[in-house]
């Protein structure tokens, strides 16, 4: 599932990553100029991202991006935490 697609308005694509082999879920981060670096992120990792409001490990980030990946990343987490259950 897609939480943010690149679009003329967005330059991130921001989804549920299936890595073979791994149980657990990895959510993939990329901006459209650092798409290579194919950055992706356990839930672990976009908490702490989210507790510590610092987004700034991630490639293409900007601070005006903040809102827009936080709401991403909130998504994410809520499906993740209900797919548990």
């Known amino acids: ?39 992706s992120y356990t839930v672990g990792m976009i908490q702490k991202m989210l507790e510590l409001e610092d987004y700034s490990s991630i490639p293409g980030y900007q601070p005006e991006h903040k809102r827009m990946l936080r709401k991403a990343f909130v998504a994410w987490l809520s499906e993740q935490s209900s797919a548990e259950i």
Do not use: I, N
């Not at 967005?10 to 959510?27: H, I, N, P």
């Open 1 to 39: 599932m897609a939480y943010l697609r690149y679009t003329r308005d967005c330059d991130w694509y921001v989804f549920e990553e299936a890595k073979q082999g791994e149980t657990a879920s990895r959510l993939a981060v990329w901006h459209r100029d650092h798409e290579p670096q194919g950055a």
